[in-house]
């Protein structure tokens, strides 16, 4: 019995009962599965499967060449293309993640926050979204803190 335990869990001392040591009549009977109807070997949780998903090699062409990217940066490609061709929400989108991310500048801060209230308004939904993402890829028996003083 005592072979059946790895080193650093075989307890100590020189007894019948006690820690690591069950008495007999609780121990778990042969071929019992302790949770029968747990998670099965392979399955993955929600946020693994975005991140398979979103890290996943594409193929993608650029002009004349053909490149291979993650599909997360495929998207963010195609998002920030079509806001330099004028698509405001687009632009918005990408500044706001820019913003999440904390990559602007104080200056590029500055600037976005001149920008007028539809703009604004538009901002604060993709951070309001983005926010609400985050929190919905938490774990779901975690508790939430409160980053507000």
Do not use: W
Request: no cysteine.
């Amino acid at each position: 019995m005592l072979g059946d335990h790895p080193a650093k869990n075989r307890p100590k001392g020189d007894y019948e009962v006690g820690y690591g040591r069950p008495p007999t009549t609780h121990r778990f009977k042969l071929g019992n599965k302790a949770n029968p109807k747990g998670r099965k070997k392979g399955s993955h949780n929600r946020k693994v499967v975005i991140r398979e998903v979103l890290l996943q090699v594409v193929t993608v062409r650029e002009g004349d060449t053909v490149k291979q990217m993650s599909a997360l940066e495929a998207v963010l490609k195609k998002m920030l293309a079509k806001a330099l061709a004028g698509d405001n929400k687009a632009a918005l989108t990408i500044i706001g993640i820019a913003q999440k991310e904390g990559i602007l500048t104080p200056e590029q801060e500055q600037v976005v926050d001149d920008l007028s209230e539809s703009d604004q308004a538009i901002l604060e939904d993709v951070r309001r979204r983005l926010e609400a993402s985050t929190v919905a890829d938490a774990p779901a028996g975690g508790t939430e803190v409160d980053d507000e003083p």
